[in-house]
């Protein structure tokens, strides 16, 4: 049994892991390589599914961060973002599927998909048939607490899978942020208890820096940002009766 301070990732993950893919979600082609890369240099198989990947229909848009990422549209960062995905996950060995839905950056309005976000995800789960689903507990980002409340209201459809929820790195950083979402989800019923571990390996590391247009979007010289913030994980205890 691995330790992690007061937590513990049991054994018991990583042999239904050998059986079994674990889907890691990830909100943009960053998101899951930053928050959990060194679990994923674990695991014998893995699908990362990244759910805003589409291009917007004015694909000349050019937005306040793609700009600080060094992009002049929007079609140029997807594209590109797509590429440095791909080298991320070739590094980890990892299986990459893209949702095609819109970052909220590209949308005027309030997003109207929650509905069809279910439906595709669950479509995905029931193909894959994986043993564990990872999703981001949902921190500061628009479109990561949307993604985390959506996942959380279809995990009682897979009772047979585990569900687990990662910190979201960086956003974890920011004093507070967990505990204020923490705090939401307890109040709303949703049972959880930490779950986690501490690894460390050069994958994750090369894996990271693959993502060079989110570091000058971030304003980092490099992957140390990143790799200096832990990996921590929650363990969602889904039931029939979660909202």
């Known amino acids: ?125 029931e193909q894959i048939r994986p043993s564990s689903v990872i999703f981001p507990l949902g921190l500061f980002h628009k479109d990561h607490v949307h993604i985390s409340d959506t996942f959380v209201t279809i995990c009682s459809r897979f009772p047979g899978i585990s569900w687990m929820l990662y910190e979201d790195i960086p956003y974890r950083n920011q004093t507070g942020r967990v505990t204020e979402r923490l705090t939401q989800l307890i109040a709303r019923g ?14 994750k590391t090369r894996a990271v820096h693959a993502y060079q247009s989110q570091f000058r979007g971030l304003g980092h010289q490099g992957a140390a940002p990143v790799m200096h913030l832990n990996e921590k994980f929650w363990r969602l205890h889904c039931s029939l009766e979660l909202p």
């Open 1 to 125: 049994m691995l330790s992690y301070r007061s937590f513990t990732f049991d054994k018991d993950f990583f042999k239904a892991a050998e059986q079994a893919p674990v889907v890691v979600v990830s909100p943009h082609y960053d998101d899951a390589i930053f928050s959990c890369g060194e679990l994923l240099s674990m695991l014998p198989a893995c699908t990362v599914l990244t759910i805003c990947t589409g291009v917007p229909e004015n694909d000349a848009l050019s937005t306040d961060w793609d700009r600080r990422c060094g992009f002049s549209s929007a079609r140029q960062a997807m594209e590109t973002r797509s590429l440095e995905n791909e080298a991320a996950l070739s590094v980890l060995g990892a299986n990459g599927v893209d949702l095609g839905f819109l970052d909220s950056q590209y949308i005027a309005g309030s997003r109207l998909d929650s509905a069809l976000l279910a439906d595709t995800v669950t479509s995905n789960i």
């Open 190 to 203: 949703v049972p959880i208890s930490p779950f986690g571990t501490e690894l460390a390996g050069d994958y």
